[in-house]
């Protein structure tokens, strides 16, 4: 069974840093694109980041590029999202995904962890 778990979300100050983890169990994350999405409160989900499986490229939404950044260690079969310089307005529940694919990021992901919420507040 496919199953993502992410961890690491909390309360922290403006200008601070998080790393959300994202482990995967029951298949290996190598082949797999990794996908971060989040939802704010009222608001639809949307697309953080996405790193690719293979060589490892990174995309990010231009709302965090240049304070967040995707990693992933397929040695612990776990991605990463290390958020610097976060604000206010990345306050939201913040969602790892997984599709299998040999190249690029794809626009559907079919397997989700169960979100951690993460509070960006003085």
Do not use: H
Request: with cysteine.
């Amino acid at each position: 069974q496919l199953q993502l778990v992410e961890s690491g979300g909390g309360l922290v100050q403006p200008g601070g840093s998080l790393r959300l983890s994202c482990a995967a169990s029951g298949f290996t994350l190598d082949y797999y694109a990794i996908g971060w999405f989040r939802q704010a409160p009222g608001k639809e989900r949307d697309w953080v980041s996405c790193i690719t499986s293979g060589d490892g490229m990174t995309y990010y939404a231009d709302s965090v590029k240049g304070r967040f950044t995707t990693s992933r260690d397929n040695a612990k079969n776990t991605a990463y999202l290390q958020m610097n310089s976060l604000k206010p307005e990345d306050t939201a529940v913040y969602y790892c995904a997984a599709e299998r694919r040999r190249a690029g990021c794809p626009a559907d992901f079919g397997s989700w962890g169960q979100g951690t919420p993460v509070t960006v507040s003085s």
